[in-house]
């Protein structure tokens, strides 16, 4: 049986542990190579999703929304969009006027199927309706596909930067922030 193309929808906050696995399988793949390995691999990853997206759902933003993809009923992907945070750390302010990207994640083995594509195109199409005709997001600098993957879609780096540290036994790593900015009509 041929694959079939996911279909979105939107998540709601019993859908937190479905997404929190999607999310911690997304960096232990991408993230893989600049960020800690002892982070990557801790058990305590997949948990720690869990909890911040139940806290999160638990007391939503306003104007936070997040959408699946799902393949049957397995999510492959999500995207969240989310207000400008209101006391944000430097790697995550949003120039007053802009829709704010926050995540989008996907399973490894998605990637390159036009699954992010997809989540894309659809937080952008949202944002735009909501009136932003510009939107940011925050990406790693060593994360190149990433990086590849919004320059296709037409976005660019503004120039902002900021520093994140990932925990570590070892001490924290830090590595580049890159601010990327770029329409929300497709």
């Known amino acids: 049986m041929p694959p079939t193309f996911p ?11 479905t997404f929190a696995a999607v999310h911690a399988r997304s960096w232990r793949s991408a993230y893989r190579g600049f960020a800690p390995d ?5 058990p305590d990853l997949e948990p720690s999703a869990r909890r911040y997206w139940r806290d999160t759902f638990a007391a939503p933003p306003d104007g936070m929304r997040t959408w699946l993809a799902l393949e049957g009923e397995v999510a492959v992907g999500f995207v969240n969009i989310a ?3 209101a006391d944000p750390r430097p790697d ?7 829709g704010y990207l926050h995540h989008i994640h996907l399973l490894p083995q998605t990637v390159g ?74």
């Open 83 to 85: 207000p400008p945070p």
């Open 7 to 17: 279909r979105i929808v939107e998540a709601v906050a019993s859908d937190a542990d």
């Open 113 to 186: 199927r036009g699954v992010g594509t997809l989540l894309f195109g659809h937080a952008c199409k949202v944002l735009e309706v909501a009136g932003f005709a510009e939107a940011v997001l925050w990406v790693y600098e060593p994360n190149e596909r990433a990086r590849g993957f919004y320059e296709a879609m037409g976005w660019r780096h503004d120039g902002t930067v900021a520093p994140h540290a990932f925990p570590s036994a070892a001490g924290p790593v830090t590595v580049p922030n890159l601010r990327y900015r770029g329409a929300t009509a497709r």
């Open 38 to 42: 002892d982070w990557l691999d801790s």
């Open 92 to 98: 995550e302010e949003v120039p007053e006027g802009c």
